[in-house]
């Protein structure tokens, strides 16, 4: 299937043939370097939904758990330590920079799945960005080889 030029694209590439070789290869630069800048935040945003689902997926396990049942707390990523589950309908959310807020089951599952809505409308958007920037460093890269080749000289 041939990928037919959109009448933004044309106007795109009308507007970077009356640049200089120079100018170009400074949009080509800028423009590649955005997108590797978005492609991680695509990255981080990607980690953080995986981490919030696996919250989600975690408050659903503990709420089935009956109060007084022994457990090991994870206090950092490598240590653990015994507990006691007191009262299973009542969890800490972590909000962020460290300040946590004391929540019940269905608050603290509402707040995941909320953060994981916006993480995801926030990727998708993203992902559009990330697309038309693609497209419009390519384009200064075909630009760019046309006009070096125009200026290269032919030798027969």
Known sequence: MEKRPTTMSMSVR????KLSVEQ???VK???DL???LLNDSLNNIRTAT???????SALHDLSLRPSGKKMLVPITASLYVPGTLQDPDQVLVNVGTGYFIEKNMPQAKDYCDRKISLLKS???QLVEISSKKKS??????LV???KLKQMAPTSQ
């Open 34 to 36: 955005e997108v590797n």
């Open 24 to 26: 170009l290869k400074a």
């Open 122 to 124: 926030s990727f998708e």
């Open 50 to 56: 995986t981490r919030l689902e696996l919250t989600s």
């Open 144 to 146: 760019l080889q046309a």
């Open 14 to 17: 009308g507007e970077m043939e």
């Open 136 to 141: 419009i460093s390519d384009e200064a890269g």
């Open 29 to 31: 630069e800028q423009t």
